[in-house]
């Protein structure tokens, strides 16, 4: 088995270290990784200049690039083999609810998934999570269970997982996407020479955010494994909106 392995906090993090770890246990692993931080990048692809790319170590490179550049790349030619599954993380905290809409986690995970590649999207549900390995051994769980069972379907999964020792789970939840509440307002300040600078607030609190619900299976201690698809289109509105015409 060949697993690609991408994150969006960079090729430095210690979340993606612990996953390739544990990775390799059952499989040949290869990193594309950002060489930064590029948290929040969502599916964007850099289409304005070139893209550089440096092999650190055998079968692991890093881009100056998003995470969707690198799995991307990886899979239009940068690697010579299709691999058999994809993994974006272990994320430095939550990509829950609205957060899929903008994390570089998930994103990653997209564009393997675009390409009909099975792919995950794992992250921590804290920010400077104390136990990666909890992520990295749930992660191992599911792709021996996944590959346990035959189906003709290609998943797309969000994995979000408590900051407690493995042995202190509840057990794995199947999820659907909750909702944050707006988000909090910008941050202004100002630089040393009086220009105007921004920074984003805070994501909004939970608000749908019930039993059934990715934020309500992590509260209670259990691994959220949300299957989740990039189909835009609103169907309900098709034949409603197809009156209008007439």
């Not at 990048?41 to 850099?46: M, Q």
């Not at 797309?156 to 939840?173: A, H, K, Q, S, T």
């Amino acid at each position: 088995m060949k697993i690609l392995v991408s994150n969006d906090d960079g090729y430095h993090a210690p979340g993606l270290t612990i996953i390739v770890e544990y990775l390799k246990k059952i499989a040949e692993v290869v990193v594309v990784a950002p060489d930064r931080n590029r948290s929040g990048s969502s599916s964007s692809l850099t289409l304005d200049k070139p893209l550089s790319v440096s092999e650190i170590s055998p079968n692991h490179y890093i881009v100056d690039g998003t995470p969707t550049d690198c799995v991307h790349l990886a899979l239009t030619g940068l690697l010579k083999f299709k691999p058999d599954m994809v993994i974006s993380g272990i994320n430095d905290g939550a990509n829950m609810g609205d957060d899929t809409l903008y994390s570089g986690t998930v994103a990653a995970a997209i564009e393997g998934y675009t390409i009909g590649i099975p792919s995950m999207a794992v992250s921590m549900a804290n920010h400077k999570p104390k136990h990666f390995k909890t992520a990295a051994m749930v992660t191992v769980d599911l792709i021996n269970k996944m590959n346990a069972q035959a189906t003709t379907e290609t998943p797309l999964l969000n994995i979000n997982v408590p900051d407690v020792p493995y042995d202190e789970l509840n057990g794995l939840l199947i999820t659907r996407l909750g909702k944050r509440k707006q988000a909090d307002p910008i941050i202004s300040s100002l630089t040393p020479k009086g220009q105007n600078i921004y920074w984003i607030g805070p994501a909004g609190e939970p608000s749908d955010c019930g039993k059934g619900t990715d934020f309500f299976a992590v509260k209670e201690n259990y691994v959220s494994i949300s299957p989740i698809q990039i189909d835009l289109t609103n169907h309900k509105l098709i034949e409603h909106m197809s009156e209008w015409l007439k």
